[in-house]
């Protein structure tokens, strides 16, 4: 069984940045295609970006691209999602979410991560 | 990637069956099999409960079943018990302008 334990709450002020990580046990990050999800107060889910098993490479949501980053440290199992020039409106609950390579389903799902952007 | 459009609210009283219809395009909905249903409570992380428009993962219940037709699937809950009442989210993959993926706008499920 995969588990997905995320890093605390953060509280940043515009124009900053924020990495969010996501430690994985049950399986190694090689063996999964992570997804990065985030969901406002209130709101629905909005996919960032993650891995495509069609092309194997890690694609962004068009409205992040140029801002997020998303990396993964394959010695400790940990992924990473780094957004930069913070706002107001980027103020959700981040969640890591993954499922087997090759697959396309977001089977497991981090307990989430609040960034909370003000000034 | 604009979203799927799903019913803001559905309804229904226990034991009744009810269905969540989720609309894309030929684009996501309608070019691919990779549906997926989320099922989502307050304060929690979300959970697959279908995926590949009609697959059901180890330990979701039968109740829940997938489909599709043409650019929109549904998902149906059978027998809705007290603790069906949830949000509930379809997701697809999109070859649109940006590949990856995209979510509905959400369904608030309540059993009455």
């Known amino acids: 069984q995969v588990q997905l334990v995320q890093s605390g709450a953060e509280v940043k002020k515009p124009g900053a940045s924020v990495k969010v990580s996501c430690k994985v046990s049950g399986y190694t990050l090689t063996e999964l295609s992570m997804h990065w999800v985030r969901q406002a107060p209130g709101k629905g889910l909005e996919w960032m970006g993650g891995f495509d098993p069609e092309d194997g490479e890690t694609i962004y949501a068009q409205k992040f691209q140029g801002r997020v980053t998303m990396t993964e440290d394959t010695s400790t199992d940990t992924a990473y999602m780094e957004l930069s020039s913070l706002r107001s409106e980027d103020t959700a609950v981040y969640y890591c979410?993954?499922?087997?390579?090759?697959?396309?389903?977001?089977?497991?799902w981090g307990q989430g991560t609040l960034v909370t952007v003000s000034s | 990637q604009s979203a799927l459009t799903q019913p803001a609210s559905v309804s229904g009283s226990p034991g009744q069956s009810i269905t969540i219809s989720c609309t894309g395009t030929?684009?996501?909905?309608?070019?691919?099999?990779?549906v997926s249903w989320y099922q989502q409570h307050p304060g929690k992380a979300p959970k697959l409960m279908i995926y590949e428009v009609s697959n059901r993962p180890s330990g979701v219940s039968n109740r829940f079943s997938g489909s599709k037709s043409g650019n929109t699937a549904s998902l149906t809950i059978s027998g809705l018990q007290a603790e069906d009442e949830a949000d509930y989210y379809c997701s697809s993959y999109t070859s649109s302008s940006t590949p990856g993926w995209v979510f509905g706008g959400g369904t608030k499920l309540t059993v009455l």
């Open positions: 979410a993954t499922g087997q390579l090759g697959t396309t389903q977001m089977s497991y």
């Open positions: 030929s684009s996501d909905v309608g070019g691919y099999n990779y």
